[in-house]
């Protein structure tokens, strides 16, 4: 569909004489530009107006509340530390209705909103180095830390169930019985590999539903672009990409982080010979993140850290392989058994991560107490 984005940028309090807008990042979900502004000065600026993808996110309201008040949380502590609040933090701009609005909502259920533009800093696809993994990672642990007095409750589930990694097994079950596609004879050892670690999928849960383990609000979608990099100094300025944010567990986004940082070959790899899981990439993520949050986090937390790393991944291979054998309904695919073959990357993850556990363990441990000097 076509906007006529020049008019909605003048639904947002945006400063300055409107230049020109274009298309920004490399995202799959939201649609993404960058609005160019002159000021009274002349200095040319930027912010971002973005469409919230309605299709993905079913509840655009319940998102854009969490969003508000996870950054207004955010810039309070921003401002208590002497932090600079255009860069350490999401900043929304108000509609011209002003304040509390802080998205529009327009024909066909669209809902826009704008951002201050973060700029000399920049989000990467893949790590360029082992500082940019160690930030990206504090990152995380810092956005933990600032948000770990904020009441989870008060945020909305917007996508229900995201993490229930026990709920996830049980749809995989229920796919693998209808098989509706006839797909399952090609998956068996995958179907396989799932069933056999069955009791893995409950242990999260379970500590969740005791109360051994602490809900927090959580990121949940931990990928390295999620992180602002800064230009000069290569620090994890910000995290970005808030539409996930709700009530979770610490590791989630640990566990999540992992999987999709540590792996030197492609989520959909074909010659799962190449995928591992690269342990001086993951020693660097530990040591940034623990950086960050081992003040906060609770031992038991800390236990489980190597664990969710491994479950993370399980659960991500098992929604594949469910969307797999449902005929590729979720996620876009471009080839034939393109989410098999994703399922058996993640997979293959799990395998290495099961045989290097206890080296894993270890890198924790190293990190559970102590702040080591950057390398």
């Known amino acids: 569909m076509k906007y006529d984005l020049a008019e909605i ?12 807008i274009k298309p920004y990042g490399l995202g799959h979900i939201n649609d993404t530009y ?3 502004f002159r000021k009274a000065n002349c200095e040319a600026h930027r912010y971002i107006l ?3 993808n309605h299709d993905v996110f079913k509840r655009p309201k319940a998102v854009m509340k969490n969003v508000e008040k996870v950054t207004a949380h955010l810039r309070k502590k921003i401002i208590a530390s002497g932090g600079d609040l255009e860069r350490e933090t999401l900043n929304l701009i108000p509609t011209i209705e002003g304040l509390p609005y802080s998205y529009y909502a327009i024909r066909d259920g669209d809902y826009w909103r704008g951002y201050i533009f973060i700029e000399n800093a920049q989000a990467y696809q893949v790590a360029e180095n082992l500082t940019h993994v160690y930030n990206a990672a504090r990152a995380f642990g810092q956005f933990q830390k600032l948000l770990s007095d904020f009441p989870a409750k008060q945020l909305h589930e917007t996508i229900p169930n995201f993490h229930h990694t026990r709920k996830r097994f049980e749809s995989l079950v229920e796919a693998v019985e209808r098989d509706s596609e006839n797909r399952a004879r090609f998956a068996r050892e995958e179907i396989k590999f799932v069933e056999e ?3 893995d999928m409950s242990i999260l849960v379970d500590l969740i539903e005791s109360g051994e383990m602490p809900q927090r609000v959580t990121h949940n979608d931990t990928k390295f672009n999620n992180v602002m990099i800064d230009d000069e100094t290569g620090a994890g300025v910000c995290v970005i990409d808030l539409d996930t ?6 590791l989630y986004d640990f566990g999540d982080c992992v999987r999709s940082s540590t792996n030197p070959a492609a989520e959909d790899e074909r010659d799962i010979s190449k995928v591992c899981v690269d342990l001086e990439t993951y020693d660097s993520l530990a040591r940034g993140y623990l950086d960050a949050a081992r003040d906060f986090l609770t031992p038991i937390e800390i236990d489980y850290l ?8 399980l659960e991500c291979g098992m929604r594949f392989l469910t969307d797999y054998l449902e005929g590729d309904i979720y996620f876009k695919t471009h080839r034939k058994s393109h989410n098999l073959d994703r ?33």
């Open 9 to 20: 940028v003048k639904l947002f309090e945006f400063e300055g004489d409107f230049l020109e």
């Open 306 to 313: 190597p664990f969710s790393a491994k479950l993370m991944t």
């Open 343 to 375: 399922c058996r990357t993640q997979f293959k993850m799990v395998q290495d991560m099961e045989e290097n556990f206890d080296k894993m363990v270890g890198i924790i441990e190293k990190y559970r107490f102590t702040a080591f000097p950057e390398k």
């Open 197 to 199: 670690r069955a009791d």
């Open 50 to 52: 973005q469409r919230v």
């Open 245 to 250: 944010v709700m009530p979770g567990l610490s």
């Open 34 to 36: 960058a609005a160019y």
